[in-house]
């Protein structure tokens, strides 16, 4: 089984720190996703990458940041977090082939 | 049009009930469909892949209709634990990387004792 692990459930932040959210994977999967997920948007594709130090940017990048250092490890930066943020993070990881993705359990995220 | 489109819900059935959703698609060129479930406050997992047959995993019958743009899945024979969202899924190859997916906004289903 594919198994996919986020740093935190859940974690409550002041605006205008500086926020990680770390995701790592155990299947050796090329690409991984960071998405968000809001009431009423749906999930919504931040960044991804498909190799190690590869990015590129989603549909939402603005006000995020991404770390790819090593193959099974993919972080999420907030440089300045704002309310606006507070959502739930979810990452995920899939093969360049058979195209679907498996998730990690999400980070919810609350910027006070 | 939007890029995935599905019926928002709720669907709300008894036990024993066969239920259908729909969901359409924008970009001609896609190539790969999935269902995802989601279960309140978790994250969305796996249901099946789509393919141009049609499949069928147990209760589970998913179809794809490429001229119509539409995706189909319908459970037959509800259980209590099929309440979920139940997310359409498509990689819109094209304008961008292949190995992004499109999810839809996902259609709460509730199946009721």
């Known amino acids: 089984d594919v198994k996919v692990t986020q740093s935190s459930r859940y974690l409550v932040k002041r605006t205008g720190e500086k926020v990680f959210l770390e995701c790592v994977q155990d299947m050796d999967h090329e690409n991984m996703f960071w998405y968000r997920q809001d009431p009423g948007l749906g999930l919504r594709l931040i960044y991804f990458s498909y190799d190690v130090k590869m990015k590129e940017k989603g549909d939402i990048p603005e006000g995020y940041s991404v770390s790819r250092e090593k193959k099974e490890r993919f972080s999420l930066i907030l440089e300045s977090a704002s309310t606006n943020q507070t959502s739930m993070y979810l990452c995920?990881?899939?093969?360049?082939?058979?195209?679907?993705?498996?998730f990690g359990p999400g980070t919810r995220l609350t910027v006070t | 049009r939007k890029e995935v489109e599905q019926d928002p819900g709720p669907f709300n059935v008894p036990e024993g009930a066969t239920v259908a959703f729909n969901c359409t698609y924008s970009n001609s060129a896609s190539q790969s469909f999935f269902w995802y479930r989601q279960d309140c406050r978790k994250e969305p997992k796996l249901l099946m892949s789509v393919y141009s047959s049609g499949n069928e995993d147990g209760r589970f019958t998913a179809q794809l209709n490429r001229a119509s743009q539409y995706i189909s899945l319908l459970i037959r024979d509800s259980k209590l634990s099929d309440s979920a969202t139940y997310l359409c899924?498509?990689?819109?190859?094209?304008?961008?990387?292949?190995?992004?997916?499109?999810f839809g906004k996902g259609t709460l289903l509730t199946v009721n004792p």
């Open positions: 899924v498509v990689n819109p190859l094209g304008g961008g990387s292949n190995y992004k997916l499109t």
């Open positions: 995920a990881t899939g093969t360049g082939g058979r195209k679907e993705q498996y």
